[in-house]
């Protein structure tokens, strides 16, 4: 069975699947010896860990990279946040999208808002179906299997009315040819039925405080949970409490309290 159709089957099953989120090859072998079935990178902890802010400050180069380098070390499918594709126009994403797949990548995230000047906003929903359905044309042209999974950020940018924008949106997604769709920021119960009725896509959310448990998801039939950038905050707020006690109290026991 090929890496993409395990990636695929993983949004088949009954029971969500947790996509552990990384940002090196450190962070990947973690994940995979503690029997992830898919990792996906994150693009803040990565830009983060380069000494950038997210959306797009990276170059797709330092991205490339970083790609080629956790998939040659990891035996599970890898899909990758390529944020808005990293290009100017819609042939260099698309060239940038099928230089991750000759990789080995089995995915991409990609999102439809951008960052400009710090600020984040929503991109034309109809412009980026078409977006969409360049992409997919191409990857057929050239027999590419890639899981192609949009991130919709209605929810993410606090539109006021996010749950209508999202349906319309997820709606052009659908017919575009997206393989999935990821909904950053929606948590509670009614709305997440209310775009599952919507479509028929695997649904993807992300772990925020106020997301419903896990049995809840599983019952409404949400396919996929990621954890965006927040296992990268974690590890590096306990690196910056265990390194300020350790200069304040000058002990050492903190470092091997494992």
Known sequence: MTQYQK??????????????????????????NQNYKALGTSSAAIAHSLG???GEEISFDELKYIV?????QINIPLSIDIEAGYGENSNQIIDNIIQLAKLGVVGINIEDSIVEKGCRSLKNSKDFSELIKEIKKELNNQQIKLFINVR???????????????????????IAGSDGIFLPCITNEYEIKEILNQTKLPLNVMTVPNLIDYNSLQKLGVKRISFGN??????????????????KNH??????DL
């Open 7 to 32: 990636f695929y089957d993983l949004h088949q099953q009954l029971e969500p699947f947790y996509i552990g989120n990384v940002w090196n090859v450190q962070s990947a072998k973690i994940l995979e």
């Open 52 to 54: 950038y802010q997210d």
């Open 68 to 72: 080629e380098r956790i998939i040659s």
């Open 152 to 174: 919709c950020d209605a929810f993410l940018v606090e539109n006021k009315n996010s749950l209508d924008e999202a349906k319309k949106r997820i709606s052009q997604y659908e």
């Open 230 to 247: 927040f296992l990268n905050d974690y590890a590096y707020k306990s690196f910056q409490n265990i390194s300020k006690e350790l200069l």
């Open 251 to 256: 002990s050492y026991k903190r470092l091997f």
